[in-house]
């Protein structure tokens, strides 16, 4: 399981002269504890509801969740200080409502919103700020994918749809 994982690529060009404004640092761990709850819920889809460590493995990805959202709350209440954080803000509040998502209707349309309006969920100023902004909010899109896939999203509705459509297919050999 992922206990921590970076918010940019190796190799990124992140100068030591960047501070981190009151919102982007909240993003930060943000993507960090994203990283750890995907995994923890990637644990749980994966394992045994017999296996000994499932009730860990549940109450690890529980943990990860409330951790995840209580930092989109963070994010989105934040004070921003910079003009860069308004994306950042956005991306948090639209993630936190996705992580709310009760309907496949639901999740296919905050996938819509993010895909249809990536200048909303993107930042494209150079220099420091701006690559590091631009890099967390990419990186933001990549989990944002990631967490759309995940059983926990994908209601028993969509799945039970889709193998009745497969079930009048005939079989071939």
């Known amino acids: 399981m992922s206990d921590t994982c ?6 990124a060009d992140e100068p030591a002269y960047f501070r981190h404004s009151p ?3 909240l993003f ?3 993507i960090a504890s994203l990283a750890a709850a995907i995994e923890a819920e990637r644990d ?3 394992g045994l509801w017999s296996d000994p460590s499932f009730d860990h493995w549940l109450r690890q990805a529980e943990l990860g969740w409330e951790r995840a959202t209580g930092l989109c709350r963070a994010v989105i209440d ?3 200080t910079r003009i860069s954080d308004v994306p950042l803000q956005r991306f948090a509040r639209h993630l936190h409502w996705t992580l709310g998502c009760e309907t496949s209707a639901e999740l296919r349309t905050a996938c819509h919103i993010i ?3 990536p200048d909303l969920f993107s930042w494209s100023e150079n220099g420091p700020e701006g690559r590091r902004i631009s890099q967390m909010l990419a990186r933001g899109r990549q989990q944002f994918d990631e967490i759309c896939m995940l059983e926990m999203l994908n209601p028993v509705e969509a799945l039970v749809s889709s193998t009745a459509s497969h079930e009048d297919e005939p079989f071939a050999a």
Do not use: C, K, M, Y
Not at 6 to 11: I, K
């Open 6 to 11: 970076l918010t940019t690529r190796f190799g």
């Open 28 to 30: 930060s761990q943000l």
């Open 115 to 117: 895909a249809g309006h």
């Open 44 to 46: 749980i889809e994966d």
């Open 78 to 80: 934040a004070p921003a």
């Open 23 to 25: 919102v982007s640092g």
